[in-house]
């Protein structure tokens, strides 16, 4: 073995391993192999960025812009309709229809545009027919997979693996090629599907509301009245004259309101600024540990006088001012983000943006340039922070200018409080209540910047950056009458203009990684987040703080209005028909006449795929069947940067030998039994590593081995390629293996075990079939 070889080899070790671990995004896992390669010198500069001009990657970018025309027109959803409007009751012949359209509808769409948009059909059916979602969702999904392998613009990948027998000289597949082995494995797979593979599906009667509806059987489903409660305010509660928002019943309490009983009228999702009046009646959903926590016992006391701004600065203590610049890590970030305490060992006391102070309140707020932070810290660490490259410190910090001084407040800690044994962290008054501690005062000394894990004691007097006005809330939250388990129909929720429906986190979406609180979901949208489905259990109180993952579920309650507006956000999918994106059906014919002016040019060799496919491109959009917003919204850069950047590894295997190497590897164990043999080892190998790294990178790979194990043999590369190309598209063994499984595992309730149980088989027909029938369609 070469030291090139070595150094190649390593380099794909290690891009595995951080594609395995997702400790860095796929995409950025591509460069940085990019980069690498032409670093230790495996691949020259030139040839490092040729990927992005490569005809593979071009034809991706296209054909995600000609599938978001189809899909935009209706020509996709309307096929997709009309279809599975034949599909009748029974069962077989729903899956027999189900699995055929959706691999004919993806042989020419982004098979994750097809979920998206077969996702809320087969949901109604599901409805309809009075079977779980579990049932049809994955053959649904399998359908789509199985139709990337039937032409070449199915699926990125086969893109990859043509176009590395184009480097080497030789005549690519055409548009076409793949449809004979491609349409066996679709007809074996429904026969499999409709002889065994059905008994192997879940039948779940309680994976996500999707499956169910109306509302009423959410609580057999969903078990929402395990949470439900009825709060009463009484006549001299502190909340009364405050808004919801002020009377922080989701931020301190978890308590989502679903209506307000009020004069024997009901109010349905009332508005955040909504005043509460004694007697009010609130119909909430969460945990009530909170309010028995706080309830018939004082919890803290406001002291008459206030505390005077020297107490925040000693001989250790100091305050430093801080404008935000573009180049500082505050920039776009909030608090919460940054975790400044954390990570730099000071506190944010106040924000000045223009003429406006905010003291409190603070985690949630988004830095902008030219705002003017308010930090308190000892000596050393303020010096630590100040030397942290673009921070921009003013050297005459004026405290005057925040006014300090009307927000700080002495509280007590009365005998007998829940809040004595508890640290500050644990507390988390400033997250509940916007009530920051700067010092405790105890056995008459003065602590100042008490650590986070500092206990509090009973009769500690605290100084703390709040208001009084969130000390009355906490004061109100202790006196509400709590009726547990009321005896409410669930049903009663939706009316003629309300409605519970579940929205899922679109294939587009820029929100994995955020939280609702962060979002401003409730206030942005109008619309209240009731529970989130992940993999095969509800999350019911606590998710305001969860962080979204792709594929989760939202169970939302809201106005139809509401709704009609919401499916407007690329982020999301509305998985009820009634509320989908208004479609430009006067265009379905002209985008149907493009997409096949696109074939035909293929086809017929009038002009080169990625040529056609561009133009195909530019006509949607100067036809207005989408604008040109949506085709760069349409494109999945991701994939465009992964594909792209990997390239470049694959000339490295070729060129080293370590491609030939791994060929000769596999040659070695299974070449006495012949080319078949070797066919169907370098297959099961790239089945293998499916499950671990993205497709397309997994192309990237095993395409240069099959080209040398060809050449070793010295015969034809076209079976092998092949193979590869159908082993790589059958993304069906794990959730994580392809965005489209992710995408049903919510609404279908399926767990990890589901694919492994019944993705195995569909593996092993795409196997089967390739070993036998490639050699007769390529000959050796």
């Not at 030139?46 to 970018?61: C, L, M, Q």
């Not at 409080?417 to 010092?439: H, Q």
């Not at 950047?645 to 490295?652: S, T």
């Not at 159908?726 to 959730?735: D, E, H, I, K, L």
């Amino acid at each position: 073995m070469t030291i090139e070889i070595a150094l190649t080899l390593g380099i794909l070790l290690f891009a595995i391993l951080l594609f395995v671990t997702e400790v860095i995004r796929a995409d950025l896992v591509a460069l940085l192999v990019l980069v690498t390669l032409v670093i230790v010198g495996l691949v020259p500069p030139e040839d490092s960025i040729s990927g992005f001009s490569n005809p593979a990657v071009i034809t991706t970018w296209a054909v995600f812009i000609l599938s978001a025309g189809l899909a935009r027109t209706g020509v996709a959803a309307r096929l997709a309709e009309q279809v599975l409007r034949l599909a009748g009751k029974g069962e077989s012949r729903l899956l027999t229809v189900l699995m055929s359209s959706t691999a004919a509808i993806s042989a020419f769409v982004i098979n994750v545009g097809v979920v998206a948009m077969f996702l809320p059909v087969t949901l109604d059916i599901a409805r309809r027919t009075g079977r779980s979602a579990s049932r049809l969702l994955m053959p649904m999904v399998y359908g789509t997979t199985i139709g990337g392998m039937i032409v070449l613009i199915g699926t990125a990948s086969n893109l990859v693996v043509v176009d590395f027998l184009r480097e080497a000289g030789m005549r690519p597949p055409g548009l076409f090629d793949f449809t004979p082995v491609g349409g066996v494995i679709l007809l074996v797979s429904i026969v499999y599907l409709l002889l065994i593979g059905r008994r192997l599906l879940p039948d779940r009667k309680n994976p996500s509301v999707a499956n169910i509806k109306p509302a009423k059987d959410f609580k057999q489903h969903y078990e929402l009245e395990e949470r439900l409660a009825m709060v009463t305010i009484p006549d001299d509660n502190p909340l009364i004259g405050k808004t919801l928002a002020e009377s922080r019943f989701g931020r301190a309490l978890g308590l989502n309101i679903l209506s307000l009983i009020r004069n024997a009228g009901v109010r349905h999702v009332p508005e955040p600024d909504l005043e509460l009046q004694g007697g009010d009646r609130l119909l909430v959903l969460g945990r009530l540990d909170a309010i028995d926590e706080l309830s018939g016992r004082p919890v803290i006391m406001l002291g008459n006088d206030s505390p005077d701004t020297a107490c925040l600065i000693s001989e250790n203590i100091g305050l430093v001012e801080l404008e935000v610049t573009e180049e500082s890590i505050f920039f776009g970030k909030t608090l919460v983000e940054i975790d400044v305490r954390q990570r730099f060992g000071v506190n944010l006391l106040a924000i000045r943006r223009e003429d406006q102070v905010r003291r409190t309140n603070l985690r949630d707020i988004v830095f902008q340039t030219g705002d003017r932070l308010l930090f308190r810290g000892s000596m050393k660490n303020l010096a630590a922070f100040q030397e942290h490259e673009g921070f921009c410190f003013q050297q005459d910090c004026d405290t005057g200018k925040y006014d300090l001084a009307e927000r700080l407040l002495f509280v007590h800690i009365p005998e007998g409080s829940p809040l004595a044994g508890s640290s500050i962290r644990d507390m988390r008054l400033a997250t509940y209540y916007g009530i920051s501690v700067l010092n405790i005062i105890r056995d008459g000394e003065e602590h100042l910047m008490p650590e986070p894990a500092t206990e509090l004691m009973e009769n500690d007097l605290l100084v703390v950056e709040g208001r009084s006005v969130d000390i009355e809330v906490m004061r109100g939250h202790q006196t509400l009458i709590v009726e547990r388990n009321p005896d409410i129909d669930l049903s009663k929720l939706e009316t003629d203009s309300l409605t519970v429906v579940e929205v899922m986190l679109s294939p587009h979406t820029t929100l994995t990684g955020k939280t609702l609180r962060q979002l401003n979901f409730r206030e942005k949208f109008g619309i209240s987040v009731l529970a989130i489905w992940r993999g095969d259990r509800a999350y019911r109180t606590g998710f305001n703080d969860i962080p979204l993952e792709f594929g989760d579920a939202l169970l939302c309650y809201g106005t139809r209005e509401k709704f009609e507006v919401l499916v407007w956000e690329k982020d999301f999918i509305v998985l009820d028909l009634d509320y989908q994106e208004k479609l430009l059906i006067e265009k379905a014919p002209l985008a149907g006449l493009i997409m096949a002016g696109v074939l035909a040019a293929a086809l017929l060799n009038w002009l080169p795929i990625y040529i056609a496919a561009i133009a195909g491109s530019l006509l949607m959009i100067i036809t207005r069947c989408l604008s040109i917003e949506e085709a760069y919204r349409a494109i999945e850069w991701k994939v465009v940067f992964l594909i792209a950047a990997m390239l470049p590894l694959g000339l490295a295997m070729q060129r080293t030998g370590a491609a030939m190497l791994i060929a000769e590897t596999v040659i070695g164990l299974v070449g006495p039994y012949g080319p078949t043999a070797i066919l169907a080892g370098l297959m099961t190998m790239t089945l293998v590593i499916n499950q671990f790294i993205p497709s397309v990178v997994n192309a990237v790979v095993m395409a240069p081995v099959a080209i040398a194990a060809a050449a070793g043999l010295g015969i034809s590369p076209y079976p092998f390629v092949m193979g590869i190309a159908y082993a790589v598209a059958a993304s069906f063994m794990t959730p994580v293996s392809h965005p489209a499984n992710v995408m049903i595992m919510s609404p279908g309730g399926y767990r990890f075990s589901d694919y492994v149980i019944n993705g195995l088989p569909f593996s092993l027909i795409v196997l089967i079939v390739s070993v036998f029938l490639l050699p007769v369609v390529f000959p050796y």
